[in-house]
T-cell receptor
C-alpha cells in the first residue's frame, strides 16, 4: 500500500546524544516536511524539501538537521544542540510544495523522549 | 503572509448534537484549505479540502465545511456528534507552503 512510514514509533534519547528519525514515502511525492507537535502549540514546521538534494528551514530549525538524498526518504536528526527535544514528530509529503490544491499525507509520528 | 487561526482550543458537545469548529484564514490570494483529524498518538488524517470548485465541501465521517470568502472563514460542521468524533482537529492552508492552526480538541459527552 502507498503511504508514509515513520520509524521508530517511540524513541528515547540521552542528554547530549544525536538521534535520527526515519521517514520514508512510496507515494512518488516531490515535497516532504517535518513538523514538531507540542501540546497546545499545533504543528510547527522544522524543515521542508521540495526536491532531492534541496531543503529549507522552517520556523523552528535550530538544533535539527535533515538530508534529502533520495526522493523517498527525508530523515531528521535531532542534535544535542536542541535543548528541549521531547515532543511528537510528524513527517508529511505532498505532490508539490508550491502547487495549489495539494494536501499533505502524514506518517503516524515518532514520540521522542529525553531521559 | 498567509495564516490560519482556529478560534477555539477546546470544544465540548453532547453526543447527537451539532459540531462547529471554527477556522479563519488570512491570505492575499485564494488559498487551498483543509481540515485534518488526529487521534491520540497518531498522524493526521485528511477530512476534507477546499479546492475552489465548490464553496461547500463534504468530507468523510459526515463532516462538511463551507468556504466563505467575505468572512475569510472555513468552519467545520457535523449535524450530529458521535463518540468516535472525539479527537483533535487541525485547519490547514496551502499557498506555497503548508501551515496549520493550533488545533481544536473536540470532546463528546455521552
Amino acid at each position: 500500500d502507498g503511504g508514509i512510514t515513520q520509524s521508530p514509533k517511540y524513541l528515547f534519547r540521552k542528554e547530549g546524544q544525536n538521534v535520527t528519525l526515519s521517514c520514508e514515502q512510496n507515494l512518488n511525492h516531490d515535497a516532504m516536511y517535518w513538523y514538531r507537535q507540542d501540546p497546545g502549540q499545533g504543528l510547527r514546521l522544522i524543515y521542508y524539501s521540495q526536491i532531492v538534494n534541496d531543503f529549507q528551514k522552517g520556523d523552528i530549525a535550530e538544533g535539527y538537521s535533515v538530508s534529502r538524498e533520495k526522493k523517498e526518504s527525508f530523515p531528521l536528526t535531532v542534535t544535542s544542540a536542541q535543548k528541549n527535544p521531547t515532543a511528537f514528530y510528524l513527517c508529511a509529503s505532498s505532490t508539490s510544495e508550491t502547487a495549489l490544491n495539494t494536501e499533505a499525507f502524514f506518517g503516524q509520528g515518532t514520540r521522542l523522549t529525553v531521559v | 503572509a498567509q495564516s490560519v487561526t482556529q478560534l477555539d482550543s477546546h470544544v465540548s458537545v453532547s453526543e447527537g448534537t451539532p459540531v462547529l469548529l471554527r477556522c479563519n484564514y488570512s491570505s492575499s490570494y485564494s488559498p487551498s484549505l483543509f481540515w485534518y483529524v488526529q487521534h491520540p498518538n497518531k498522524g493526521l488524517q485528511l477530512l476534507l479540502k477546499y479546492t475552489s470548485a465548490a464553496t461547500l465541501v463534504k468530507g468523510i465521517n459526515g463532516f462538511e465545511a463551507e468556504f466563505k470568502k467575505s468572512e475569510t472563514s472555513f468552519h467545520l460542521t457535523k449535524p450530529s456528534a458521535h463518540m468516535s468524533d472525539a479527537a483533535e482537529y487541525f485547519c490547514g492552508g496551502s499557498q506555497g507552503n503548508l501551515i496549520f492552526g493550533k488545533g481544536t480538541k473536540l470532546s463528546v459527552k455521552p
